[in-house]
C-alpha cells in the first residue's frame, strides 16, 4: 500500500526564519512521482514542484528547495527567509508506477505553516 | 483559457436531499478526478476516469456516484446527503502522459455543508 505521512501538522515560525516541511512515503514500487502542493487562505492548490524516483538532485527554486532522499523515503521541502505570504497549508503526494491506471496521487494530510510577521 | 472549474462554490443540503457537483475542463485533458478534503486528512479520492465514458472508484466511493458523458466535463452526485459528507470537494485533471506523470490541475473547489 501506498502512504504518505507529514507528521508536522502546524509549525509557527517568525517571518525571515528557515523552516522545513517534512515528508515520508512508503511504497513498494520502484517508480513513482512525488509532488508537492500549496493551499493558501484562499483554498486553491497550487502546483510547486514534481520529482521522479530515478531523479535524486536535489532542486531550488528561489526561496524554496526540496531535499529528496530514496535512502530514507523522504522528499522535504525548505523555505528560506520565510515570508507571511508564505502561510499556507502544504500537502506532499504521491503517484506510483506502473499499475496505477489513472495515475491516482496518494495525498499526505498537510502540514499548516504559519509565518508570523 | 479557464483551466478547471466547479459549480456551485457553496452549497447547504438538509440530510437525505440530492446534489449534482460540476466540473468542467477546457485543457483536453483524458484523466479526471474528484477528491474530497477533510481536516487533518488530507484529499481523499472518491472517484476517477480515464476517459470519456469511463470511471472508477477511489479510496472513499460510498455515497457518491459519477459520470463522464463529455470528455470536458466530470459530474458528481450525492443521491441522499449524510452531514459526513460536509466536506470541501476538489475536481482535478491532467494528461494522459507514456511512462511519466503529468501535475494534476485542480479547481477551486466546493463547500458542501449537510445539515
Not at chain 1, 509549525?11 to 522545513?20: F, H, M, R
Not at chain 2, 479510496?59 to 457518491?64: I, N
Not at chain 2, 466536506?87 to 477551486?108: K, L, M, N, W
Amino acid at each position: 500500500a501506498q502512504k504518505v505521512t507529514q507528521a508536522q501538522t502546524e509549525i509557527s515560525v517568525v517571518e525571515k526564519e528557515d523552516v522545513t516541511l517534512d515528508c515520508v512515503y512508503e511504497t513498494r514500487d520502484t517508480t513513482y512521482y512525488l509532488f508537492w502542493y500549496k493551499q493558501p487562505p484562499s483554498g486553491e492548490l497550487v502546483f510547486l514542484i514534481r520529482r521522479n524516483s530515478f531523479d535524486e538532485q536535489n532542486e531550488i527554486s528561489g526561496r524554496y528547495s526540496w531535499n529528496f532522499q530514496k535512502s530514507t523515503s523522504s522528499f522535504n521541502f525548505t523555505i528560506t527567509a520565510s515570508q507571511v505570504v508564505d502561510s499556507a497549508v502544504y500537502f506532499c503526494a504521491l503517484i506510483f508506477l506502473p499499475g496505477n491506471a489513472g495515475n491516482m496521487l496518494t495525498f499526505g494530510g498537510g502540514t499548516r505553516l504559519m509565518v508570523k510577521p | 483559457n479557464a483551466g478547471v472549474t466547479q459549480t456551485p462554490k457553496f452549497r447547504v443540503l438538509k440530510t437525505g436531499q440530492s446534489m449534482t457537483l460540476l466540473c468542467a475542463q477546457d485543457m483536453n485533458h483524458e484523466y479526471m478526478y474528484w477528491y474530497r478534503q477533510d481536516p487533518g486528512m488530507g484529499l481523499r479520492l472518491i472517484h476517477y476516469s480515464v476517459g470519456e465514458g469511463t470511471t472508477a472508484k477511489g479510496e472513499v466511493p460510498d455515497g457518491y456516484n459519477v459520470s463522464r458523458l463529455k470528455k470536458q466535463n466530470f459530474l458528481l452526485g450525492l443521491e441522499s446527503a449524510a452531514p459526513s459528507q460536509t466536506s470541501v470537494y476538489f475536481c482535478a485533471s491532467t494528461a494522459r502522459t507514456s511512462g511519466g506523470s503529468d501535475e494534476q490541475f485542480f479547481g477551486p473547489g466546493t463547500r458542501l455543508t449537510v445539515l
